[in-house]
């Protein structure tokens, strides 16, 4: 089984300010994460993903996201909030075998100028 | 290249009536997905094609749902007899194999009267 903790529906941050997303997963084999985000009215755009190769993954519009087993995490960072980065930001988790992606239930950044 | 694309964008309908979603999936894509998304929610996995075949359709929730993908590009879901609780965007996603990630279409926004 697979399943996805999004911790926070609504994050607030400061136009220039750091950004922090959190993702916590279950899965009983070693995953593949994703991070999508959803634009108003769009479908879902891939941030990033990881594949089990290198723990720290950049993405686009300079979004990263840290792969931490211990602790069962993918949190995604951006060092500074852009106006643009106002959307909705899924986690997602896909195991093994199985070909179906898990979601989460998603966070909505606003960021305030 | 061109995207994976969806129609209608939108589709309203009245409670009892059939409906068609159609997805065109990625050129040379073998893997095509169909998720559906509720309000506030993240995407629930409802359907998998590898080829021709449903691989996985685990996510159906019942049999008013069908989907099929006769040629192995073009997919389409069926709804019987809708009901209210059926309104959702519903998205389509493509790869190019089991392994790859999934690209989203825009999302077909079903309105159920």
């Known amino acids: 089984a697979q399943s996805v903790t999004q911790l926070g529906s609504h994050v607030s941050v400061s136009e220039g300010a750091l950004v922090l997303l959190r993702c916590n997963y279950s899965?009983?084999?070693?995953?593949?994460l994703f991070w999508y985000v959803q634009y108003p009215n769009q479908g879902l755009q891939l941030l990033l993903k990881y594949t089990s190769a290198a723990t720290l993954v950049k993405g686009i519009n300079g979004f990263e996201a840290e792969f931490k087993k211990s602790e069962t995490s993918f949190h995604l960072t951006k060092p500074s909030a852009h106006m643009s980065d106002a959307a909705e930001y899924f986690c997602?988790?896909?195991?093994?075998?199985?070909?179906?992606?898990?979601f989460g239930t998603g966070t909505k950044l606003q960021v305030i100028p | 290249g061109a995207g994976v694309s969806q129609t209608p964008s939108n589709k309203v309908t009245e409670k009892g009536k059939y409906v068609e979603l159609r997805c065109d999936p990625i050129s040379g894509h073998t893997a095509l997905y169909w998720y559906r998304q509720s309000l506030g929610q993240g995407p629930e996995f409802l359907i998998y094609?590898?080829?021709?075949?449903?691989?996985?359709d685990s996510g159906l929730p019942n049999d008013r749902f069908f989907a099929v993908r006769p040629e192995g590009s073009v997919s389409t879901l069926k709804i019987q007899r809708t009901e209210r609780g059926d309104s959702a965007v519903y998205l389509c996603?493509?790869?190019?194999?089991?392994?790859?990630?999934?690209?989203f279409g825009p999302g077909t926004r079903l309105t159920v009267l």
């Open positions: 899965s009983s084999v070693p995953p593949y």
């Open positions: 996603a493509s790869s190019s194999n089991r392994a790859d990630t999934q690209y």
């Open positions: 997602a988790v896909k195991s093994g075998g199985y070909q179906k992606v898990t």
């Open positions: 094609f590898q080829g021709t075949g449903a691989a996985d």
